[in-house]
C-alpha cells in the first residue's frame, strides 16, 4: 500500500513565504513523477509544478514565485512559495506517480493542506 502525506500549510499575509513538503511511502517499486496540484473554491484543479524525469515545470501563474524540489531521499518534494498573493489561495495536493511493481504505474493523490493568503 502506498501513502503520500502533505503537510506544511497554514495561514499567511500577501507578500509572505510557505514551504509545503510532501512524502511518499510504502510499498514503492519506483516513482515517476512528483508534483503540486491546487484547487481553488469553485474552480478546477490545477497543475502547480512537476518533477517529471529529471524534468521541472512550474504553471505560468507561479513562475518566479514558487520551486518545486525533491529531497535527498527522492520519496520527498517540496514546493518553496514566495510573493504569495490571494489569488495563491487553495488546498494544495500532492500527486505522485508510482510504481509498485516492475509493471504498471499508479497515480496516488495526499490528502490535501489549505493554504490561505490574506490581503
Known amino acids: 500500500q502506498v501513502q503520500v502525506v502533505e503537510s506544511g500549510g497554514g495561514l499567511v499575509q500577501a507578500g509572505g513565504s510557505l514551504r509545503l513538503s510532501c512524502e511518499a511511502s510504502?510499498?514503492?517499486?519506483?516513482?515517476?513523477?512528483m508534483g503540486w496540484y491546487r484547487q481553488a473554491p469553485g474552480k478546477q484543479r490545477e497543475l502547480v509544478a512537476l518533477?517529471?524525469?529529471?524534468?521541472?515545470t512550474h504553471a505560468d501563474s507561479v513562475k518566479g514565485r514558487f520551486t518545486i524540489s525533491r529531497g535527498n531521499a527522492k520519496n520527498m518534494v517540496f514546493l518553496q512559495m514566495n510573493s504569495l498573493t490571494p489569488e495563491d489561495t487553495a488546498v494544495y495536493y500532492c500527486?505522485?506517480?508510482?510504481?509498485?511493481?516492475?509493471?504498471?504505474?499508479?497515480?496516488?493523490w495526499g490528502q490535501g493542506t489549505q493554504v490561505t493568503v490574506s490581503s
Open positions: 500527486n505522485a506517480v508510482i510504481s509498485v511493481s516492475i509493471r504498471g504505474q499508479n497515480d496516488y
Open positions: 510504502g510499498s514503492i517499486f519506483s516513482i515517476n513523477t
Open positions: 518533477l517529471s524525469g529529471g524534468r521541472i
